[in-house]
């Protein structure tokens, strides 16, 4: 709300819109203080003022605020408004701090301390909305607000756009994204040099240009990223959040709203971003207002985190994926063994001519060397899981495991030269959403093989050599059209926005689609053709 004019427009917006792509049923706010009116304000500070706003920010961008002061007989400075207001069921008082000088928090009473609104303990940086709930006073009618916003203290805090109302109209709906390469619900960091950094590592499961630090450098290993979104989880509700780690911190811990609601832990696995997630099933119903992550989990490693939403699904994964592995998609891979890498191909021939492919390694402790793979699939009845391998140095075979040996996939005995094919059923794992595989793919030895086109399906698509031909390499154009660098027949593309939802659809014919993006921002692109399935992260500039 810069002047009077835009802010009454932008607030009449965000209801209309609201109504009318949701359907919620707002309920007006009565405002006590804001950019272009007051009930009247008394200053117990000498200089307390109306004053310059010292911060323009998504959470309060107008031109002047009310400034408490600091020089007062004694600490407990107020500032007093004036309102009429009779408060009904679910109504709360908001009201927006900027609070430079870190004073503890404030206290609010009504009617000369007739009624007793609460205390409020400050967190974050940059403007921060803060609300009491009115249930004690329902029914009675206040006509002062006694705000002593730097509750005992004589810390001078910036206050702004108070209201009474039954929701922030910082968010008229609950926004499911917390933070991510355009949207912050707001972001605290425990630790001196943590902050918002270049993205280090551009990859499949990130691309975005920032993300969050956690920081190396804080009194005690416990180092917090804090954020402040609004959401009620509903019955299968997910935290989602992804990690960049490579400095090996052991994993991660989530608590919401002050420690009232402990998320879980999380424990890191694999290399590059990978996506975790949290249950929210113990709550169901409370409202969400502070995500505490402790993303080093009691150690002084700093990680990278980005992409932090609430939803049933990932939204990495629109769609399940049949290809776990192959020239131009991977799930994640991970190698045990510390010379197991990602390599040219040896050997070239009809089974598999990718130009590169994953090799198991030799090095390792012990002989049972892993590969690890990320994929999120469900297998239905007729269901196998594919992958080649060539075999130089006469290794037996390969051994198969899902979700950390919670389903036993099959061994495999090696034959013939050159690259080969190689399945298992998954009768067994029907209905079951396998979303990491474990392929020993030399069984008990330390002799090295070469690995590559992993998938799930019914049949092997070597026949048809869809595999190799899989190249809908795509991107977005400056004016917002998706573009592949190859020409298409049939090809159906999809595209979700970071909360799963649908933004557009076309067939594509050519090289480009009709269609165009709106909105520049992050998205997923699911591209389904004639030589398979894939999906990939892309950013509209």
């Known amino acids: 709300m810069k002047t009077k004019i835009t802010f009454k427009k932008f607030l ?60 007062n007989p004694f600490p407990w400075m107020e500032i007093q408004y004036f309102p009429t207001y009779a408060p009904v069921a ?12 870190a004073s503890p928090g404030a206290q609010v009473q009504f009617n000369n301390g007739a009624y007793f609104g ?36 004589s810390i001078g805090v910036y ?73 009620t989880p509903v019955a299968g509700d997910k935290l989602f959040f992804s990690v960049y780690n490579p400095n090996a911190s052991p994993g991660a811990q989530v608590q919401f709203n002050d420690g009232a609601y402990f998320g879980g832990n999380i424990t890191y696995s694999g290399s590059g ?60 891979m991970f190698f045990e063994s510390p010379n197991g890498a990602e390599v040219s191909n040896p050997l070239s021939d009809a089974v598999n001519s990718s130009a590169n492919c994953a090799f198991s390694g030799t090095d390792n402790p012990f002989p049972w060397m892993e590969i690890q793979y990320f994929p999120t699939y469900t297998p239905v009845a ?33 034959s013939g030269s050159g690259w080969q094919e190689y399945s298992i059923t998954l009768d067994d794992e029907i209905g079951n959403t396998l979303t990491k595989i474990t392929l020993y793919p030399t069984e008990g030895t330390s002799i090295g093989v070469y690995v590559d086109n992993i998938y ?30 190859k020409e298409q027949t049939n090809t159906l593309l999809s595209v979700y926005d970071l909360t799963g939802r649908l933004i557009l659809e076309e067939k594509i014919n050519g090289k480009k689609g009709e269609k165009v993006l709106n909105h520049k921002g992050i998205y997923l692109l699911r591209i389904k053709s004639e030589y398979g399935l894939s999906t990939q992260k892309s950013v509209y500039y």
């Open 90 to 101: 679910g109504d709360k008082l908001f009201f927006s701090v900027y609070n430079p000088n």
């Open 273 to 332: 971003w990978q996506e975790y997630s949290v249950t929210l099933d113990d709550e169901i119903g409370n409202s969400l207002t502070k995500i505490t992550l402790y993303p080093t989990e009691g150690t002084s490693i700093g990680v990278y985190v980005d992409n932090i939403y609430f939803g049933q699904n990932s939204v990495l994964a629109p769609a399940e994926n049949p290809i776990v592995y192959d020239e131009t998609i991977s799930s994640g």
């Open 456 to 485: 799930f399906g019914q049949s092997s698509t070597l026949s048809t050599n869809s595999v190799a031909q899989i190249n809908n390499r795509v991107y977005i154009s400056n004016e917002g059209h998706i573009k592949f660098i």
């Open 159 to 231: 206050v702004d756009n108070i209201y009474f109302g039954q929701n922030s109209v910082l968010a008229p709906a609950e926004n499911p994204i917390v933070y991510d390469e355009t949207i912050s619900s707001g972001m605290f960091f425990e630790s001196p040099n943590g902050a918002e950094v270049s993205n280090p590592l551009s990859d499949a499961v990130n691309s975005s240009a920032n993300c969050a630090f956690s920081g190396t450098d804080n009194p005690f290993p416990w180092m917090e990223i804090q954020y402040f979104p609004t959401y």
């Open 382 to 414: 007729g269901d196998k899981l594919f992958f080649s391998v060539y075999n130089p140095n006469a290794s037996p075979g390969a051994q198969v495991q899902f979700n950390d040996g919670a389903y036993f996939g099959g061994n495999i005995t090696y």
């Open 118 to 153: 609460g205390n409020i303990t400050y967190s974050g940086s940059g403007w921060q909305e803060y609300s009491v709930t009115l249930d004690d006073e329902i029914g009675n009618s206040l006509t002062k607000i006694t705000l002593y916003p730097t509750e005992g203290t």
């Open 12 to 71: 009449t917006s965000v209801v209309m819109v609201f109504l009318l792509l949701f359907g919620f049923n707002v309920k007006a706010q009565t405002y006590v203080y804001n950019e272009s009116g007051n009930s009247g304000m008394f200053f117990e500070s000498p200089n307390g003022a109306e004053v310059s706003n010292p911060l323009s920010d998504a959470v309060n961008s107008s031109a002047n605020c009310a400034f408490s002061g600091t020089d």
